[in-house]
């Protein structure tokens, strides 16, 4: 491990831009400025990710922070058959459609079938491999195909320095626009810590990081057939993974947890939004400031 990060120390660091055609483009990577990927978990009706979408993206305007509209057609990793399993493939990638349309902003949806990620790729800005998949070579190459951004969750299974496995794959099927995620890491059954060491191992691939605040908090499975969570634990993560460094913000954000059809135990209630983003901004914004003040320091 030591050896791989001591040998990455120098490769220049990647940004890339992420939004197609009319939408309100946002740049990640380097010393961009944060950018917040958000929106409920599945997606639930049109309406619904119409409404989600317009309330974040007034608050991250406010804020002058990039946005990024994250919502899944379908949830294949569900815990029971009788879970809300998602609207589908060509009702989600519709309802996707009309939020680039209608809100102007970029959008990502996951995928878990090869077969899913052209069609899929045909309509986001940036496309997200989930956690459970990260490396399946047939996942990874078919959304390398789409020559759109990847969103490539790491495995809460997996080290980060292992990562880098995953990222050569994309990179064979020439693909160089990966956002690698920290969504946590198993610790024993049903809990998930995060290590924020995860966060510059990873980030020493060259490529931009991001934070999965609200799936870190998760507790998997812990409530028999359904997943729980520690949201109070929130706030000081993002700080933390700010401070340590970031390019991206990744929360899942409902208007009505309680009621939200996937990962009701999880998504963050939208009301903390904009505190929880000025915060994470801020943070940001300080870590730019201290790197520029005292170098990125390579401790030996």
Partial sequence: MLNIIKNMNNIKQKEFTIGYGKVKKAKVGKNNPLVFIGGPCAIESRDHSLKMASRIK????????????????????????????????????????????????????????????????????????????????????????????????????????????????IEYYGNKKILLTDRGTFFGYNMLVNDMRSLPIMSETGYPVCYDATHSIQMPTSMGNISGGQREFIPPLVRSASACGINALFMEVHDNPSKAKSDPNTVIDIIYIERVLEMAKKMHNSRIEMEKKFGRMHVT
């Avoid at 994250?70 to 399993?85: A, T, V």
């Avoid at 959008?107 to 878990?112: M, Q």
């Avoid at 090869?114 to 997200?128: M, R």
């Fill in 58 to 169: 007034k608050i991250c305007d406010k804020l002058k922070i990039g946005f990024v509209f994250k919502s899944c057609f379908n949830k294949d990793c569900r815990s029971s058959p009788e879970s809300f399993n998602g609207v589908g493939l060509d009702e989600g990638l519709k309802v996707l459609q009309e939020v680039r349309e209608n809100i102007n902003v970029p959008v990502v949806s996951d995928f878990s079938i090869p077969s899913w990620a052209k069609p899929t790729g045909e309509v986001v800005d940036l496309i997200q491999v989930p956690a459970y998949l990260c490396r399946q070579t047939s996942i990874l190459k078919a959304a390398a195909e789409t020559k759109k951004p990847i969103l490539l969750k790491k495995g809460q299974f997996m080290s980060p320095w292992n990562m880098k496995n995953s990222v050569r794959k």
